[in-house]
């Protein structure tokens, strides 16, 4: 390997080819989408995105809602009710046209495999590096912005972009398959608490949920329904302190996310993980589970999904599997982008 002689205990680097990109994605098999299809029996089908301005501010602090703006034309106009004939005499055409400044992980996402990394001594010569995924190098392969210190806030730094892993290779793969809900809500409620393997198993075990390789994993705890409830105004502590997140410091659910065989990883709350992980002895990730996922194991994480129609659904059709379609924007370089799942049943 050219890119690393020392690839983390546990991981599956390689395992895909030496220049993968796509991690656990390549178990999207055609059979697994025909297994998706398969799940379809009513034609009915569920949005499983919030609205992108929703969380409002407060969650992540360095996230913002989008804002919009017209697009500019001619003398300098907005497109805004734009008469066409201003340019053709005789055109009766009225035009709106508008331009969107978004944070790709503000809302509905998904985690690109160059969004978390780690320092590692990836050429076993006892320097640890910045890289990611299959050994792609954060020195690299990740591009540096450029910094303007004169532009708006969200514009200072332009121009960073993943070479290698951006979350276009997600895109390109139709991210289609069978989907599988674990309802965690059913458990806890709107507790805030941390869950570990032994829960996951008891979610699994109440409602018949099982994973198979390949499947793509939801989890729902009802956080998503805390969100839209609060609307524009987030009350940011009570929002941290909702629902169930995994705890990323639980060894026999790490092993469980390994050996399950689980394409991707996906979960109505903030970051499927506590943030920050619970403490630890010495160094450690802060993210463990996102170390565990994005740089072992190339598994795609999806974050703040609308999952709670779907699963009110599968529940009342004594039901755990659908259809799942659910690609980001083919955005090349991206670290992360926003999504609109679409769940077919």
């Known amino acids: 390997m050219g ?113 978390v990394g780690c320092m590692f001594d990836v050429m076993d010569d006892g320097e640890p590096v910045p890289v990611f995924y299959n050994g792609w190098r954060g020195d690299l392969h990740i591009v540096a912005p450029r910094e303007n210190p004169d532009a708006h806030e969200w514009l200072r730094f332009e121009g960073m972009e993943a070479k290698a892993l951006g979350i276009q290779n997600m895109a390109e793969t139709g991210v289609q398959g069978r989907g599988v809900l674990i309802d965690l809500h059913a458990l806890f409620g709107r507790e805030g608490r941390l869950a570990g393997y032994d829960d996951i198993m008891r979610a699994c075990e109440a409602s018949g949920a099982t994973v198979e390789p390949g499947d793509m994993v939801c989890l729902y ?44 990883l996906i979960a109505d709350n903030y970051a499927v993980e506590q943030v920050p992980g619970t403490s630890c002895d010495g160094a450690c990730a802060a993210l463990p589970l996102h170390q565990h996922c994005l740089f072992k194991l190339g598994i795609h994480l999806g974050e703040l999904w609308r999952l709670g129609e779907l699963a009110a659904w599968l529940t009342a059709n004594d039901r755990t599997r659908f259809l799942l379609t659910a690609p980001p924007l083919r955005l090349p370089g991206a670290v992360g982008s926003p999504a609109t799942p679409v769940a077919t049943v």
């Open 3 to 115: 890119r690393w002689k020392n690839r983390p205990e546990g991981s599956n680097w390689g395992d895909f080819g030496p220049d993968d990109q796509r991690g656990r994605l390549n178990l999207l098999t055609p059979a697994k989408v025909l297994q998706g299809v398969a799940e379809v029996r009513e034609g009915r089908s569920f949005c499983l995105s919030l609205p992108l301005d929703r969380p409002g501010r407060g969650l992540n602090p360095a996230r913002h809602p989008p804002r919009r703006f017209a697009t500019v034309r001619h003398e300098g106009r907005p497109t805004h009710n734009f008469l066409m004939s201003t340019m053709i005499p005789e055109a009766t055409d009225v035009i709106n046209d508008d331009a969107v400044l978004i944070h790709t992980q503000v809302s509905t996402q998904w985690d690109s495999l160059a969004h």
């Open 221 to 264: 705890t009802g956080f998503d329904e805390v969100v839209l409830e609060m609307g524009a105004d987030t009350d940011v502590k009570a929002l941290h302190a909702s629902c169930a997140r995994l705890d990323g410091r639980d060894e026999k659910l790490l092993q469980w996310i390994t050996d399950s065989g689980l394409a991707v």
